[in-house]
């Protein structure tokens, strides 16, 4: 199938699943997709769309499943996604969309699993964080500031992917609480002081990537004793000149970068 949505879907107000992807869709994702008030699923990734996406996406009642990563849409991220109640997963990275992450992108409570690569600036939402979320991914964007502690209240966190922003500060010991974490990606930011010991309470890490920041001092020994269980791999700067981490037990030393 190439160029745009077909007008007549929006007849469909029984359908309960869109999922057109990789193909040939071209053109913008159509105000009348508010009609089909039944979709559960609307999947249209890796395809050729473009514009913005129309207010009447952020009125289907029941959509739980929204991927449409890897097209060409432009403009803001409405904050009326906040409406989306029963949103389970949120795929929309490698687009062209700006402006800031909507702080109402928070009040979605039954959000799992959500992944945005979109170059957006501003600061990580503080009021609130996702308590169900179990994969976050927002690498490559433009986030700037520390890390909020309401970060470490998304208890049922699985993998956190925060690489390749402008974060600063320093990683609070409340991480200790994320105790099902898998996958911690912190590269490439502005983070600095001491690696805190408290990520060694989290046995079920497997990757912790910390490289390309301006953390100092010594990789914690609580840390190096997880590479006893599922920690396969550890990056730090621990061949940088200065700041440099001292690590005995990594897998891989990097140089940080000179922004």
């Not at 991927?67 to 803001?76: D, M, T």
Request: aromatic fraction near 8%; charge should be positive; include cysteine.
């Amino acid at each position: 199938m190439n160029g745009p949505l077909p007008p007549e879907l929006a007849s469909l107000d029984f359908l309960n699943d869109l999922s057109i992807v990789m193909q040939q869709l071209r053109g913008p994702l159509p105000p009348w997709i508010g009609k089909m008030k039944n979709l559960l699923t609307l999947r249209l990734y890796e395809n050729q769309m473009t514009g913005s996406l129309p207010e009447s996406l952020y009125t289907l009642p029941y959509i739980r499943n929204l991927v449409l990563r890897n097209n060409q849409f432009a403009g803001p991220i409405s904050a009326n996604i906040g409406n989306l109640n029963s949103l389970v997963a949120l795929h929309i990275s490698n687009n062209k969309l700006t402006g800031q992450i909507p702080a109402t992108v928070a009040k979605l409570a039954g959000l799992s699993k959500y992944f945005c690569q979109n170059f957006y600036p501003g600061i990580l939402f503080s009021n609130r964080f996702l308590r169900a979320i179990e994969e976050f991914y927002l690498y490559n964007n433009m986030l700037a500031g520390p890390l909020p502690e309401s970060l470490y209240s998304m208890t049922g966190v699985e993998e956190i992917v925060l690489a390749y922003n402008m974060l600063t500060g320093s990683i609070s010991s409340s991480i200790s609480g994320l105790r099902l974490l898998q996958k911690l990606n912190l590269r490439n930011n502005d983070l600095s002081g001491n690696i805190p010991p408290d990520l060694g309470f989290l046995l079920q890490l497997q990757e912790l990537d910390l490289a390309q920041n301006k953390f100092s001092g010594i990789m914690p020994q609580e840390i190096c004793y997880l590479r006893s269980f599922q920690l396969s791999q550890l990056a730090a700067d621990c061949s940088a000149q200065s700041p440099k981490v001292e690590c005995g037990c990594c897998t891989s030393c990097q140089r940080r970068l000179l922004r």
